[in-house]
């Protein structure tokens, strides 16, 4: 059972557009949500964190909003860029230096 | 500068032909990981070393080990490679606390 769900595989956006993607999570002990970003051939880098005590955090073009009561987040990118375009994992863990685990990912495509 | 280096980046070996993939981490951290990703899937936690305690994920079957031998170096060893193995084997690594893991390229395994 997936505890941590990314259920768009794909995504394709307008470069300059806002890019939305979006994750859901089962288990009511996770406190912190991390944000990965994958190009091909390379391994994730970590891009963005939010804790439980936090709705919302932003870094420059990203920001990653949280709704724990329905056990979600969603990371927004403004505006995309084609350089933006790679595999994006979600990844959950009960507590800050805890073991996390991952979602599968979805791919963007930010198109030119 | 690489900060963790996997070798080697693609490795084929033989049904039941043991085979070893190797991490190496110029950042000190304390704390290395064995991911296996398989194609559009989550990376899914195989083992984990904190300092030299060495922590197996309770479905990571026994085909698979793992050795510490120093701060730098983590190795994953398949004794038996079965055609289920084949996957993507991402090394990672972090300090402590921190929930930022440091990921390596990976190493894509294929087994014939």
């Known amino acids: 059972d997936q505890q941590v769900k990314q259920n768009s595989p794909s995504l394709s956006v307008q470069e300059g557009r806002i890019s939305i993607l979006n994750c859901d999570y089962t288990?009511?002990?996770?406190?912190?949500f991390l944000w990965y970003k994958k190009y091909p051939a390379e391994g994730p880098t970590f891009l963005i964190s939010?804790?439980?005590?936090?709705d919302k955090n932003e870094d420059g073009r990203f920001t990653v909003f949280l709704n724990k009561s329905a056990k979600h987040l969603s990371l927004h990118i403004v505006p995309s860029q084609p350089g933006d375009s790679a595999v994006y994992f979600c990844?959950?863990?009960?507590?800050?230096?805890?073991?996390?685990?991952f979602g599968p990912g979805t791919r963007l495509s930010v198109l030119p | 500068d690489a900060m963790v280096i996997q070798n080697p980046r693609y490795q084929v070996t033989q049904f039941g032909k043991p085979v070893t993939l190797s991490c190496s981490q110029t950042?000190?951290?304390?704390?290395m990981y064995w991911y296996q990703q398989k194609s559009s899937q989550a990376p899914k936690l195989l083992f984990h070393y904190y300092d030299k305690d060495f922590n197996n994920e309770a479905d990571t079957p026994d085909n698979f080990q793992s050795r510490r031998p120093n701060t730098s170096f983590c190795f994953l060893d398949i004794r038996s490679p079965g055609l289920g193995d084949a996957a993507m084997y991402l090394c990672?690594?972090?300090?402590?606390?921190?929930?930022?893991?440091?990921f390596g390229p990976g190493t894509r395994l294929t087994v014939l």
């Open positions: 939010i804790s439980s005590i936090k």
């Open positions: 990844a959950a863990s009960p507590l800050r230096g805890q073991n996390f685990v």
């Open positions: 950042l000190n951290h304390n704390v």
């Open positions: 990672a690594t972090t300090l402590g606390t921190s929930n930022e893991q440091f």
């Open positions: 288990n009511s002990m996770f406190d912190y």
